[in-house]
C-alpha cells in the first residue's frame, strides 16, 4: 500500500480548490461576479446546461465555504437571492487571468469541440 506524506494531504492548493474547481462551482463564481445578486431562477437561466439538483447543490456548497452568502426574504411568494461574499470577491482577481487564458486557449486545448 502507498504512503501518503501528511505535508502533501494538508496542502491548501489540493484542499481549497477542492471546494472551488469543479465546472458548476466556477461558473457559479463567475456568474456573480459578472451579474451581481440573482435570484436561482436567473442563475439556472445563465447556467442553461446545469440541472436544478446540481445548481442548488453548487450553491450550498459555496455557501458553507463563505463564498456565496443566501439571502432568503420573508414573502410571499418566498424570494431568495445569492451573491459573492468578500471571500468570493477576494478570489475573482485570481480567477480572472485563468478565465482569460480558457477563452484565449480554448482551440488549442479542446481543437473546438465544445464538451456536452
Not at 13 to 30: A, H, T
Request: charged share 25%.
Amino acid at each position: 500500500m502507498k504512503q501518503v506524506d501528511v505535508k502533501y494531504m494538508s496542502c491548501p492548493i489540493r484542499n481549497v480548490i477542492d471546494r472551488f474547481g469543479d465546472k458548476w462551482s466556477l461558473l457559479v463564481l463567475y456568474t456573480l461576479h459578472t451579474k451581481g445578486t440573482l435570484r436561482f431562477s436567473q442563475i439556472y437561466a445563465e447556467m442553461t446546461d446545469v440541472s436544478q439538483k446540481m445548481l442548488s447543490s453548487t450553491l450550498k456548497d459555496l455557501e458553507r465555504d463563505n463564498l456565496v452568502s443566501r439571502k432568503a426574504y420573508a414573502e410571499i411568494p418566498p424570494r431568495v437571492e445569492y451573491s459573492l461574499t468578500a471571500l468570493g470577491e477576494s478570489l475573482m482577481p485570481a480567477l480572472e487571468p485563468l478565465i482569460d487564458w480558457a477563452s484565449t486557449h480554448f482551440q488549442d486545448v479542446t481543437g473546438g469541440k465544445i464538451l456536452v
